[in-house]
């Protein structure tokens, strides 16, 4: 078996090396092949992958390379893992949103468009060389916005699923805090990507008892520490909201916060440096306690489980992953892309049904979905009133003011990146 990594310079790959490692039986990886276009860092993360593989045992043969072309020919399956950009770009989406008073966050708002706009061009020049080298091939999403690019590759036809690590980070502390094994646990897992909920927690699968009420009465505290949210708010709720709707419930807060203290982006460039200092060490053959801060945590495992099943080698029968709606959220279209349960197999990932949805959930996710449309239109087609649009459009900006002044800023910081700008 052949799996590509474009992005494979990534900081973060050793902690996909280890999983692949560490899970070679559910994934027998005979050649994995790190494709990216920095060549220093690639051959830093290169030599500490050979290095993981060979202590692990695992007798895969690990690939470098800056072609994409040669990287992802006769590959069963592409993960894509880009940050175009770098973090320099990250840094700017987390600043200037700022200076209106809008949340700066690479995901979501401002910042997230001006990703979006970046990455959507790009991925969907990577997904069609993938097509003309191998047309069988999965693509699996990890790039950010994932529910953004993922729609553009499947509305391009691709063979595509996306997948985000917030729900296997939810299954696993849940699993911990039941005393139960991860596997056990199901999550009835809803909504948009980095925009969800866990509408239940299911021990044994699909149908198995609930026990999100007793989970939040005994665990309530940890749970909202987790969040960075008030216990009182996520006891009204009666759901688990995922970290990112902080940015929605406390969205002045988080602006203060924003302000007061580094940006992620900072901390991460900061930790990316002193990892590739360690990387370059012949001595490191395993991933460092560092790399646990850097973020995307049970991502390994999540992207083993996804290749494993969508290759026919295995892998758990219900993943949550982004895939195309299909009538499962019937107030959005049949093409939106959603972040639900869905049994997944060689042929895709099919989404499980999803009860009706109070409307304190559906309505933000049918205004993010409306966004979405106009972020993926602005990606593919450019022009400053299509971005303009999308900022307006967007629950956390929505103000005509902001939207003009966000539109100028976002313009300004990517220039260098948008072929129309």
């Known amino acids: 078996m052949k799996l590509a990594v474009v992005g494979g310079g990534s900081t973060y790959t050793p902690e996909l090396i280890d999983g692949f490692a560490r899970l070679r039986d559910t994934l027998p990886i005979g ?9 220093d860092r690639l051959e830093l993360v290169g030599g500490l992958a050979r290095r993981i ?4 045992g695992h007798p895969g043969r690990v690939v470098t390379t800056s072609d994409v072309d040669a990287g992802v020919a006769d590959a069963d399956a592409v993960l894509l893992q880009l940050r175009v950009g770098g973090q320099a770009a990250r840094q700017q989406d987390e600043t200037w949103p700022l200076e209106c008073g809008c949340v700066g966050q690479e995901t979501t708002g401002a910042g997230g468009l001006a990703k979006a706009l970046r990455t959507v061009p790009v991925v969907l020049d990577i997904a069609e060389r993938v097509r003309r080298t191998n047309p069988n091939a999965w693509i699996i999403d990890f790039t950010n916005p994932v529910g953004i690019v993922t729609r553009a590759l499947l509305q391009a036809g691709h063979k595509a699923v996306g997948l985000c690590n917030v729900a296997i980070g939810f299954q696993r502390k849940f699993a911990k805090l039941l005393d139960v094994a991860p596997g056990e646990v199901h999550l009835d897992h809803v909504g948009l990507n980095h925009l969800t909920w866990e509408t239940g927690v299911r021990i044994g699968g699909p149908g198995g008892d ?5 989970l939040l009465e005994r665990h309530g505290d940890a749970v909202a520490e987790d969040l960075h949210m ?3 708010l996520v006891d009204r709720l009666g759901v688990v909201p995922s970290y ?3 940015y929605y419930y406390q969205h002045d807060a988080v602006v203060e916060e924003l302000r007061t203290k580094p940006s992620r982006a900072a901390e991460v460039a900061a930790m990316e440096r002193e990892l590739l200092a360690m990387y370059g060490d012949p001595a490191l053959d395993e991933k460092p306690e560092l790399l646990a801060r850097r ?7 999540a992207a083993v489980d996804l290749a494993a099943s969508l290759l026919g080698n295995g892998g758990s029968p219900y993943q949550v992953v982004n895939t195309v709606n299909n009538g499962t959220l019937p107030f959005l279209p049949d093409d939106a892309v959603i972040e639900v349960q869905a049994a997944v197999d060689g042929s895709g990932a099919k989404p499980l049904a999803v009860p009706a949805l109070d409307p304190l959930y559906s309505g933000l996710i049918a205004n993010v979905t409306a966004y979405e449309d106009l972020a993926l239109d602005a990606a593919l087609r450019g022009g400053r009133d299509r971005v303009f649009k999308a900022l307006l459009a967007h629950p956390l900006i929505g103000q005509y003011a902001y939207a003009e002044r966000l539109t100028d800023s976002l313009l300004a910081h990517n220039r260098e990146h948008l072929a129309w700008a």
């Not at 593989?53 to 692990?56: P, V």
């Not at 609930?210 to 007793?214: A, F, T």
């Open 31 to 39: 050649e994995l092949v790190l494709v990216d276009p920095a060549a």
């Open 53 to 56: 593989f060979a202590k692990q």
């Open 210 to 214: 609930d026990v999100l009420p007793r």
């Open 230 to 232: 008030p216990r009182e």
């Open 244 to 246: 990112y709707l902080r």
């Open 295 to 301: 973020g995307g945590a049970f991502y390994s495992e």
